[in-house]
């Protein structure tokens, strides 16, 4: 079959997990055609994946800088009733105005893609109608209250957003959009003029990591509130739209149904790693290590790492914490603020940044236990492929993160340093209690959370869509949606003690 694989901001421009999974469906997959359409920050972005021979096309969709936009003064500015129809729905906080933004973003659609010429909402007139329908809201004068350069900076955004819609549609037997948001954009484009069935497959949430990111965002209230409400609404259609939901872990499937999706047309597919390419780890490190690996983003949350480390180095000052991963274009001084932060803690010695490493197995082997620090997650490939090592971990409560781990490791609270450190120094602490952990972790990845198993759910799915059959009602298995206890948090000394003797790795289901 040929399936159309839309991305954002991740393969085949850039690494991480996400990436890694693509690169993984796509070469398990060797029967299929790939055609990829990556959505990324400019035109500038450069390939760093080898692609492999069956993707059959790369199309890259830049939202910033003039590559692919159609000069402005062949840009058509929107008609005031439909500027008017598309900011009354984000003004609009009742689920009712979620039909009238599917309507509006589909004669945005038409608009686009007729003619020659585009459009654009940053023009004078569409400011014009925001200025008034914030005018109705707030009294003049009042606190607060939105300005013109909220108005332009807003629909400014919008219109960088918006530019997946103005794609080609892409044809294809399936179209698998790898995260919601505007990657819903190009494939409703696809459905909308070609018919293609839509799948939605989602890591992390991708409306709750937008929330947490723009927490300490640079624009003022006024435009953050529009540009979120905006994504609200699409990741809502993106919900509606899809004929098939794949969330990565149960955890993202309860967000998913929250935010409207028919429970129906969720299967939950979690990420698998191949066991060949991370065998067993043979020995430990001779100083008590704690390794990391993942991107440096705000996300991953290094900062409460490192002061977690503070503490354990007080404790043990033999101890060492090596990171392992690379700052992606953007966050490099993250980055800088991580290291001023270790030099601030006087843990810049025994604390090191390492950068990317080429083989990921080498980090895991570089610890005596792997931590992830993160405010939020998917199905991290850094747990399952360190649990596939052998090594235990210790990990933030976030998202599947207690689906992957179950009894094999310690779960603490996000941002809460001192459980972090005391989880750490338990394990530190007792070779008989890491090697323990670290046997039943890798147990429990081969048994649930294998590369062939994902592989072979996905290539069902794709049977499935493509041919236009509905997919079978899959009931839960008993225990599984329900039965996920979440590891304790509050004391994970007391957690060290009961895991002491694993009760075996619980049934996790390949799809739900």
């Known amino acids: 079959m040929k399936i159309a694989m839309i991305t954002e901001g991740t393969y085949p421009h850039g690494f991480g997990g996400v990436s890694v999974w693509c690169d993984q469906l796509v070469r398990g997959m060797p029967e299929h055609e790939f055609s990829l359409v990556a959505i990324a920050a400019s035109a500038a972005d450069e390939v760093v994946w080898s692609l492999p021979g069956n993707v059959t096309s790369l199309s890259t969709i830049a939202l910033w800088g003039s590559a692919g936009r159609r000069p402005r003064g062949q840009r058509r500015g929107l008609p005031s009733r439909i500027a008017g129809d598309l900011i009354s729905t984000l003004l609009d906080p009742s689920d009712s105005a979620q039909d009238g933004f599917a309507e509006v973003l589909r004669e945005l659609f038409e608009l686009g893609q007729s003619g020659t010429g585009g459009v654009t909402l940053a023009s004078e007139k569409t400011v014009r109608v925001l200025c008034q329908a914030w005018g109705d809201r707030w009294p003049a004068g009042g606190r607060g209250r ?18 997946p819609l103005w794609h080609p549609p892409a044809e294809a037997d399936v179209v698998h959009t790898v995260a919601n948001g505007l990657g819903i954009l190009p494939a409703l484009a696809a459905k909308w003029r070609h018919g293609i069935p839509v799948m939605v497959t989602e890591h992390g949430v991708y409306l709750r990591e937008l929330y947490l990111q723009n927490r300490d965002g640079p624009y003022r209230w006024p435009v953050k509130a529009l540009y979120l409400a905006f994504m609200r609404r699409l990741c809502t259609l993106g919900y509606h739209t899809a004929t098939t939901i794949t969330p990565g ?68 000052p033999a101890a060492r914490l090596r990171i392992f991963g690379s700052a992606p274009k953007g966050r490099e001084p993250y980055l800088a603020r991580c290291r001023a932060l270790a030099a601030d803690l006087g843990i810049d010695g025994p604390a090191t940044f390492e950068g990317r490493v080429d083989n990921v197995r080498d980090a895991y082997e570089a610890g005596s236990i792997v ?97 236009g059959r509905p997919l079978p009602v899959a009931g839960a298995r008993p225990g599984v949606h329900a039965g996920y206890s979440v590891a304790p948090t509050a004391s994970p000394g007391a957690a060290a003690e009961a895991r002491s003797q694993p009760n075996g790795s619980r049934p996790a289901e390949v799809i739900s």
Request: glycine share 8%; net charge negative; with cysteine.
């Open 249 to 316: 872990n149960v955890y993202n499937r309860r967000w998913e149904e929250l935010l409207g999706a028919d429970p129906a047309r969720i299967r939950t597919v979690y990420n698998g790693v191949d066991p060949a390419h991370f065998p067993a780890v043979e020995g430990e490190p001779e100083a008590p290590t704690i390794s990391w690996l993942g991107r440096v983003d705000p996300i991953k949350d290094l900062e409460t790492l490192l002061r977690a480390f503070a503490l354990v180095w007080r404790e043990m």
């Open 146 to 163: 939105p300005s013109t350069h909220d108005a332009v900076t807003a629909l400014q955004l919008l219109d960088h957003f918006l530019r």
């Open 371 to 467: 931590v992830l620090s993160s405010v939020s997650e998917g199905f991290p490939y850094s747990l399952i492929e360190a649990m596939t090592c052998g090594r235990p971990c210790v990990a933030t409560n976030v998202g599947g993160v207690t689906e992957a781990v179950g009894d094999t490791g310690l779960v603490v609270p996000p941002r809460s340093p001192e459980p972090m450190a005391e989880a750490c120094l338990a394990l530190l602490r007792d070779p008989g209690l890491r090697h323990r952990l670290g046997a039943a972790a890798r147990n429990r990845a081969l048994e649930n959370f294998t590369l062939d198993a994902a592989i072979s759910t996905f290539d069902e799915i794709y049977s499935f869509l493509g041919r």
